[in-house]
T-cell receptor
């Protein structure tokens, strides 16, 4: 079955880079996503990557995918206080036609 | 961009009453919508997949008679929590699947916080 794991908490200083990691078990994943959730709000899609890619960059965000190790990461450059939130990775498998979410990583940005 | 709305954003009700939550895709049509619930400090758990014009597919352990889902149009799905009890208090989030030539992506609503007294 699917299982998606993330570290629970990450604290960085403003201006530093943040790297949030995610591991998954389903090798048939077709898309992998990163979502951001601010307190009391829904999920905001940040970026996604096809399973046949190993890197995607979108402004301050860089996604790295190591399909062999089933490891996904999200790097946020020049982290700002507004980046403080919970970040969820999610995998999508066409066979199940559903998203499986990771446990979420709370990112705290300090001054 | 793709926008999904939910209504209401927050509801408080008495135990035993029913509550309806609406999920709308505002600028695209969605044949498939999803309903999740999220407990405090936890991840999202998929409750059911809502398909326009057909019955919803419920995840294991989710009571279909308690959580009624209707997907009557390509832009609207509703979740009705029937005979709500305090243990149903949670954050309910819907998403709508937008399919394009280059991607197949779920866009999420802002969530509805349900508190059952």
């Amino acid at each position: 079955g699917e299982d998606v794991e993330q570290s629970l908490f990450l604290s960085v200083r403003e201006g530093d880079s943040s790297v949030i990691n995610c591991t998954y078990t389903d090798s048939s994943s077709t898309y992998l996503y990163w979502y951001k959730q601010e307190p009391g709000a829904g999920l905001q899609l940040l970026t996604y990557i096809f399973s046949n890619m190993d890197m995607k960059q979108d402004q301050r965000l860089t996604v790295l995918l190591n399909k062999k190790d089933k490891h996904l990461s999200l790097r946020i450059a020049d982290t700002q206080t507004g980046d403080s939130a919970i970040y969820f990775c999610a995998e999508y498998t066409g066979t199940a036609s559903k998203l499986t979410f990771g446990t979420g990583t709370r990112l705290q940005v300090t001054l | 961009g793709a926008v999904v709305s939910q209504h209401p954003s927050w509801v408080i009700c008495k135990s035993g009453t029913s509550v309806k939550i609406e999920c709308r895709s505002l600028d695209f049509q969605a044949t498939t919508m999803f309903w999740y619930r999220q407990f405090p400090k936890q991840s999202l758990m998929l409750m059911a997949t809502s398909n326009e014009g057909s019955k919803a597919t419920y995840e294991q352990g989710v009571e279909k008679d308690k959580f009624l889902i209707n997907h009557a149009s390509l832009t609207l799905s509703t979740l009705t929590v029937t005979s709500a009890h305090p243990e149903d208090s949670s954050f309910y989030i819907c998403s709508a699947n937008r399919i394009s030539e280059s991607s197949d992506t779920q866009y999420f609503g802002p969530g509805t916080r349900l508190t059952v007294l």
